[in-house]
């Protein structure tokens, strides 16, 4: 072969070379490309979270974290997160607490991921809550550390979200309006239309609600403790509030293997006393729940559901029900099963006002004469019983 055929040779194969080389250049670039970015820790203490962080040992904010769509915030077992007062989690994206199947280390009752807040040193100012609501008609709290909280929103990634075993202490509540009150509502922790599962939560000096869920909210809590809420201006709440939760009756609130606790406030409009559920136009489900040293149990108001294997010891009426819930003309349930309910001067279930209760194998006693409860207290409502014992009750056994 001739100088020219072997140049031509070698320019092809050059050519092919520098193919080559250039391809694995390219697949190389796309490679690193994919590459994750580096995963934050400790480096949000006020703003907004916009790709994958977490916080671990002690972490101190400074003011509000807000967690964007489609970031995901990581809050490892045993970490310690101090928060100024009236600030406040805003999560829209996802959040994984002490959880190994979102990324967090594992939770558990000795190691929890505790969510402290400072108190005011000066209560005679106004809260950041007062100045937010003060061009609306709404009654708002004034109270300077209103606004304290965590917020879970509806646009949450439920797949990567998870609370467990979180510890929330001196949160005032966050506020929320909510439409069908025509008012604010507040709580420590708010489900903001959002489904996901809460295991081990426990709450101490909560001035409103500990848990507020809201407009087709269906979380599940479970394994955890619960306390009545502690303000003295007013604004005190039970432990639990739920209004327009849950989809239907099969994506439910549900409440289950969890303690409830408050204080012996009297009876009766003037008695100060609240419950420590209050449930309102919702779909709600409770199991294996506990009630004690309380003054009322709880309230369902055009409410289904049911409450199943649980014990209810109260001071005065343990379940009251008003109304019921409607899905178009269909009317439904609420059930009252396999219960242990005892009060001291109340009544151990009432329903009115159109209330539609199936109660079976439930035992019911108490009611004081001097307090004037009874067992089954029914009003302008069907109520079907089966199986119940009722007594001895001290004024009368229906």
């Given at each position: 072969?001739?100088?020219?055929?072997e140049?031509?040779?070698?320019?092809?194969?050059q050519?092919?070379?520098v193919?080559?080389?250039l391809l694995?250049?390219?697949s190389?670039?796309?490679?690193?490309?994919?590459v994750?970015?580096?995963m934050?820790?400790?480096?949000?203490?006020?703003?907004?979270?916009?790709?994958?962080e977490?916080?671990s040992?002690?972490?101190?904010?400074?003011?509000?974290?807000?967690?964007?769509e489609?970031?995901?915030?990581?809050?490892?077992?045993?970490?310690?997160v101090?928060?100024?007062?009236?600030?406040?989690?805003?999560?829209r994206?996802?959040?994984?607490?002490?959880?190994?199947?979102?990324?967090?280390s594992a939770?558990?009752?000795?190691?929890?991921a505790r969510?402290?807040?400072?108190?005011?040193?000066?209560?005679?100012?106004?809260?950041?809550?007062a100045?937010?609501?003060?061009?609306?008609?709404?009654?708002?709290?004034?109270?300077?550390?209103?606004?304290?909280?965590?917020?879970?929103?509806?646009?949450?990634?439920?797949?990567?979200?998870?609370?467990?075993y979180?510890?929330?202490?001196?949160?005032?509540g966050?506020?929320?309006?909510?439409?069908?009150?025509?008012n604010?509502?507040?709580?420590?922790?708010?489900?903001?239309?959002?489904?996901?599962t809460?295991?081990?939560?426990?709450?101490?000096?909560i001035?409103?609600?500990n848990?507020?869920?809201?407009d087709l909210?269906a979380?599940?809590?479970?394994?955890?403790?619960?306390?009545?809420g502690?303000?003295?201006?007013?604004?005190?709440?039970?432990?639990i509030?739920?209004y327009?939760a849950?989809?239907?009756?099969?994506s439910?609130?549900?409440?289950?293997n969890?303690?409830?606790?408050?204080?012996d406030?009297?009876?009766?409009?003037?008695?100060?006393?609240?419950?420590?559920?209050?449930?309102?136009?919702?779909?709600?489900?409770m199991?294996?729940?506990?009630?004690?040293?309380?003054?009322?149990g709880?309230?369902?108001?055009?409410?289904s559901?049911?409450l199943?294997?649980?014990?209810?010891?109260?001071?005065?009426?343990?379940?009251?029900?008003?109304?019921?819930?409607?899905?178009?003309?269909?009317?439904?349930?609420?059930?009252?099963?396999?219960n242990?309910?005892?009060?001291?001067?109340?009544?151990?279930?009432t329903?009115?006002?159109?209330?539609?209760v199936?109660?079976?194998?439930?035992?019911?006693s108490?009611g004081s004469?001097?307090?004037?409860?009874?067992?089954?207290?029914?009003?302008?409502?069907?109520v079907?019983?089966?199986?119940?014992?009722?007594?001895?009750?001290?004024?009368?056994?229906g």
């Amino acid at each position: 072969m001739d100088r020219t055929g072997e140049s031509l040779m070698e320019r092809k194969n050059q050519a092919k070379s520098v193919s080559l080389v250039l391809l694995y250049m390219l697949s190389l670039s796309l490679a690193m490309v994919s590459v994750p970015s580096a995963m934050a820790v400790n480096e949000t203490t006020q703003g907004t979270v916009s790709g994958t962080e977490t916080w671990s040992g002690t972490m101190n904010l400074q003011g509000d974290v807000t967690v964007a769509e489609g970031a995901k915030l990581i809050v490892n077992a045993g970490t310690t997160v101090n928060i100024p007062f009236g600030k406040f989690i805003d999560v829209r994206g996802a959040i994984c607490i002490g959880d190994t199947a979102c990324g967090a280390s594992a939770g558990s009752a000795s190691s929890q991921a505790r969510f402290i807040w400072s108190l005011p040193t000066d209560y005679t100012k106004e809260g950041r809550c007062a100045a937010a609501f003060a061009d609306t008609n709404l009654a708002v709290s004034s109270d300077a550390a209103c606004g304290s909280g965590m917020v879970i929103r509806s646009t949450i990634d439920q797949a990567i979200t998870s609370i467990n075993y979180a510890h929330f202490e001196n949160a005032y509540g966050f506020p929320i309006y909510v439409a069908s009150q025509q008012n604010l509502q507040y709580g420590a922790l708010i489900f903001d239309g959002s489904t996901t599962t809460a295991t081990g939560l426990t709450f101490t000096d909560i001035n409103t609600s500990n848990v507020l869920a809201i407009d087709l909210a269906a979380p599940l809590l479970t394994d955890s403790t619960f306390e009545l809420g502690v303000d003295g201006r007013g604004y005190n709440a039970a432990a639990i509030r739920a209004y327009d939760a849950g989809a239907g009756i099969l994506s439910t609130l549900r409440i289950k293997n969890s303690e409830f606790t408050g204080n012996d406030a009297d009876c009766g409009q003037q008695g100060g006393g609240l419950g420590v559920i209050s449930i309102d136009n919702s779909y709600v489900d409770m199991d294996n729940i506990d009630i004690r040293d309380n003054s009322y149990g709880m309230f369902l108001k055009s409410s289904s559901g049911s409450l199943t294997n649980s014990e209810i010891n109260v001071k005065c009426n343990a379940v009251d029900t008003n109304s019921l819930k409607k899905t178009g003309d269909f009317e439904h349930t609420l059930e009252v099963n396999n219960n242990i309910i005892t009060t001291s001067e109340g009544t151990g279930l009432t329903a009115y006002d159109g209330a539609k209760v199936y109660a079976e194998r439930n035992t019911i006693s108490g009611g004081s004469e001097g307090g004037g409860g009874s067992g089954v207290g029914i009003r302008s409502s069907v109520v079907e019983l089966h199986e119940n014992t009722i007594g001895p009750i001290g004024v009368w056994n229906g």
